[in-house]
């Protein structure tokens, strides 16, 4: 896409009038002096049914107040402030709050423990955290192998809600440039650490304009996004380019369920709706009945993103809601949706539908030359484009290792149908989806070591019908540790408890010896071969098995 594109499109966002650019000042402030300002961008549910309003101009408020804490206790631009946070209002005043200083917003997944937080909050020498009471417990005890991390924030405690009371509701938003850091987010891959993905304040311009094209939200909109801030899609399409767009937003404070999530979209007439589809399919394993209690009539617009969406789902939902879920394709890495079935394009059931028009995406080998049609290859996008990630925390190598021969390397593989249309295959490396979370094996492998019974493991995604993938570990014990069932549910607890609720396995299988190479790798792919009934594949490298 030529820049005069973005150049034009520019003035659908507010840049200050010396030319800077600030993605907070763009979602919330810059609606102070318009017909927004008293409408509600936040319309927000606590688990036990209360709700709860805030207008632009009290998230204006709320935010500055943020601002005006972290400004006070030392931050300047460019430090790290992280948010360790379950889905509550102050995730989003705070997220907002930390933009407009000028500081580079982290967030954690509020599943993660402490190996997680640790990894995070070191390699970004993180300064400042905001969490809660119960989730601080977590941190506890990794708390001292972090020595940047000066100052922790409880937002649920007297003291906070006191500097709360106390802060100033206004706040000058830093002018920062457009290139500037706004935000990171770790992701997993298939090796090593999680690496922070970095993104600058200008990636709000596309941001903006793929939720208006692919999301199609109106002015008038009750909009759902049912993803969580701690991952890419809740701070992108629940806070930065809906509220770019003006539109009101609904969060639920509490745990997917099925009844619940119905009621909820009757009681709030939720028009725009934006999830996943393990939670699509968990709903359609819940039948057409439950669907039929409910009113759901407000519903306009459907989309789905993060795993691959089956055709059995879409057209479910055809059914039950009248209409389509619109599945969509983006990455942490890419910013913004770039492929998705837009509400123009014929919906052909399973596909991930075509490339947004700024967006050059093709399918291709290992030589960046592009295969046949419908056959399989590593999905590229020429690069770049607004929301690109600007660079990989402190890892050059890893940012450059994402591109070669003039694309950058999705790390999927997918089909292109002859008519352009998109279809997900797989991914290229071990890195695993459940429940539309990415996890990394090596992650999780760790955290089974550190168990004193295992000597080690190897961690693949097991095919499953409701979660796309269910984390499945290969365990040798050390000799002498009995293989119980009673063993299995304490490594289960042990990586909850150590690494991630959301990231243990779900299936143990204690194993002799792993499949590895000659240089000690474990490989992977032969154990998802194995547990799949796939033909092995290439041995060459392997060392006798
Ligand atoms: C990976 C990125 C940014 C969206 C949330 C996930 C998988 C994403 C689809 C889709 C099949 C999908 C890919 C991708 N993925 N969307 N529509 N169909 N697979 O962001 O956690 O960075 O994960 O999610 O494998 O590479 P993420």
């Known amino acids: 896409m030529n820049n005069s594109f973005w150049e034009d499109k520019k003035q659908e966002v507010a840049f200050f009038e010396d030319g800077s650019f600030n993605a907070a000042y763009n979602a919330i402030d810059k609606h102070e002096h318009t017909n927004n300002r008293n409408k509600n961008a936040l319309i927000y549910e606590y688990e036990d049914g209360t709700a709860v309003q805030y207008t632009f101009l009290d998230l204006i408020k709320l935010s500055n ?3 005006n804490i972290l400004v006070n206790s030392g931050v300047v631009a460019g430090d790290r402030v992280f948010l360790f946070l379950p889905r509550i209002p ?3 005043a705070g997220f907002l709050g930390i933009l407009k200083t000028g500081a580079i917003a982290g967030s954690l997944f509020s599943a993660f423990a402490e190996n997680a937080l640790k990894d995070r909050l070191e390699n970004s020498q993180a300064k400042v955290l905001f969490t809660t009471l119960a989730l601080s417990k977590r941190l506890a005890p990794v708390r001292s192998s972090l020595p940047n991390l000066t100052t922790v924030f409880i937002v649920d405690s007297d003291e ?8 100033s509701e206004s706040f000058s938003t830093v002018h920062t440039s457009p290139e500037d850091y706004a935000f990171m987010l770790y992701t997993s891959g298939t090796t090593g650490k999680p690496k922070g993905i970095v993104h600058a304040h200008m990636a709000a311009l596309q941001q903006h304009e793929s939720a208006k094209l692919v999301l199609d939200l109106k002015d008038n909109d009750v909009y759902w996004c049912t993803a969580d801030p701690g991952w890419v ?3 992108v399409y629940s806070i930065l380019s809906n509220w770019s767009l003006g539109v009101t937003t609904f969060v639920h404070g509490g745990r997917f369920d099925p009844e619940a999530w119905y009621s909820l979209i009757q009681k709030h007439k939720i028009t725009v709706w934006y999830s996943a589809p393990t939670a699509i399919r968990m709903l359609m394993s819940k039948g057409d009945e439950l669907v039929k209690k409910y009113d759901l009539s407000s519903l306009r617009y459907l989309a789905s993103v993060g795993e691959p969406l089956n055709p059995e789902a879409v057209a479910w939902s055809r059914k039950v809601f009248g209409k389509p879920f619109h599945d969509t394709w983006w990455q942490t890495e890419s910013g913004s949706i770039l492929i998705a ?25 290992d030589n960046g030359k592009p295969v046949g049609e419908n056959q399989e290859g590593n999905l590229v996008i020429k690069p770049p484009w607004p929301s690109m990630m600007r660079t990989v925390w402190q890892n050059e190598e890893k940012y450059h290792s994402y591109f070669a021969n003039d694309w950058y390397i999705s790390g999927d ?5 002859n008519d352009g249309y998109f279809w997900f295959v797989g991914r290229a490396d071990d890195v695993i989806k459940t429940s539309g979370e990415r996890v990394g094996p090596f992650e999780v492998e760790s955290a089974l070591i550190s168990h004193p019974g295992v000597v080690e493991a190897g961690v693949i995604g097991k095919k499953d019908e409701l979660r796309g993938e269910i984390i499945k570990a290969f365990v040798v014990l050390k000799t002498g540790v009995s293989p119980t069932e009673e063993l299995k549910e304490e490594l289960k607890q042990h990586v909850k408890k150590h690494l991630a609720g959301h990231a243990y396995p779900r299936e143990i299988e204690f194993i002799d010896k792993l499949p590895k190479t000659r240089s000690g790798k474990i490989m992977r792919r032969i154990l998802k071969a194995k547990e799949e009934g796939q033909p092995i594949g290439d041995t060459s490298t392997l060392e006798e098995y």
């Open 160 to 167: 906070f809600k006191s500097l709360l009371t106390n802060a």
């Open 233 to 235: 899609t809740g701070i």
């Open 90 to 92: 102050e995730l989003y």
């Open 65 to 67: 107040k943020f601002a």
């Open 413 to 417: 593989r997918a089909k292109k149908d």
């Open 341 to 365: 079935n837009t509400p123009d394009l014929e919906i052909r059931d399973g596909s991930m539908g075509k490339p947004l028009p700024w967006i050059t995406a093709d399918v291709v080998d």
